[in-house]
């Protein structure tokens, strides 16, 4: 059973920085891709950053420039660096698990943590 949990939300300014950690535990496979989404009230699921177990990295482009998505394979776990906050950044965000490749597809991710609410506040 490959379990994700996220945490560091929590409520921030604009212009703020906050980091959040994805820890997976369980059953898990090397070939992996690891992925950020947040979705906002009333909006569709969206990716926001992406990683591969090679260290690939993808991110959406309205967070370019302001977050950094890092892996730590030792200790399996994935973070999402987010500098800048804006207040359109306010969504729950989840951490997911796939096989392999980058996806921008919430429905292509096998596993997914719980959430973390991330607010900001102008």
């Known amino acids: 059973q490959v379990q994700l949990v996220e945490s560091g939300g929590g409520l921030v300014q604009a212009g703020d920085n906050l980091r959040l950690s994805c820890a997976v535990s369980?059953?898990?496979?090397?070939?992996?891709?690891m992925g950020w989404f947040r979705q906002a009230p009333g909006k569709e699921r969206d990716i926001v950053a992406a990683?591969?177990?090679?260290?690939?990295?993808y991110y959406a482009d309205s967070v370019k420039g302001r977050f950094t998505i890092s892996g730590d394979n030792a200790k399996n776990t994935v973070a999402l660096q987010m500098n800048s906050l804006k207040p359109e950044d306010t969504a729950v965000y989840y951490c997911a698990l796939r096989r392999q490749v980058v996806s921008t597809i919430p429905s292509d991710y096998i596993y997914w943590g719980q959430g973390t609410q991330v607010t900001v506040s102008s």
């Open positions: 369980g059953r898990t496979f090397s070939d992996y891709a």
């Open positions: 990683i591969t177990w090679r260290g690939g990295t």
